[in-house]
């Protein structure tokens, strides 16, 4: 997998789109929408964990797939997927981090990196992807993220999914970013 760096650019202020899950993902970007309201599905009823809030866009639903993972998106596919990391809040892994991951698991396609961020609890990369084909040549680009969420002591890894559209995957990365944890009632 290669990153160019000639294509970097920053874009502030714009939410990462992508397709691409935390292990093997590509998908395709088509269909793009404009921006809906975010409303609030609590994790606990998807099972990720009582106090987990995971503001989800008016619409998607969200389930517990067999590996575990937190999975939503609209009706019929997931677009997010959300890996809870108890406890290992101090290991966030900064942008940089998560391009290396990508470097070494995406070995068989072209990356350019699209838009880095990092703060105390959030790190965003979005990148966009196209698969090496044997003749040289490259297959249909798509844009995909990852990103890490530090809430307390607990990480949250996220990843858009293969098949989801640039803004399906555009609100996915702002649910990833928005993750809460409520304090239990006393």
Request: glycine share 12%; hydrophobic share 40%.
């Amino acid at each position: 997998m290669r990153m160019f760096a000639s294509h970097a650019r920053r874009v502030p202020g714009l939410i990462g789109l992508g397709v691409v899950s935390l292990g093997v993902l590509f998908g395709g970007c088509e269909g793009c929408q404009k921006k809906t309201p975010v409303d609030d599905i609590h994790a606990e009823d998807a099972g990720l964990r009582s106090g987990v809030k995971v503001p989800l866009p008016p619409g998607w639903s969200a389930q517990v797939a067999t590996d575990g993972s937190f999975q939503a998106g609209p009706p019929g596919r997931p677009a997010l997927r959300v890996d809870l990391k108890p406890g290992q809040g101090e290991q966030m892994p900064s942008s940089e981090t998560l391009a290396d991951n990508v470097r070494q698991q995406m070995k068989q396609f072209t990356l350019s990196l699209d838009q880095e961020e990092d703060t105390p609890s959030f790190a965003l990369l979005r990148v966009t992807m196209a698969p090496s084909l044997t003749d040289g040549g490259l297959g249909p680009e798509a844009p995909a993220f990852f990103g890490a969420r530090r809430v307390g002591d607990d990480l949250f890894l996220c990843a858009s999914l293969p098949g989801a559209t640039a803004e399906e995957v555009r609100l996915a990365t702002e649910a990833c970013r928005t993750i809460q944890v409520q304090a239990a009632p006393r």
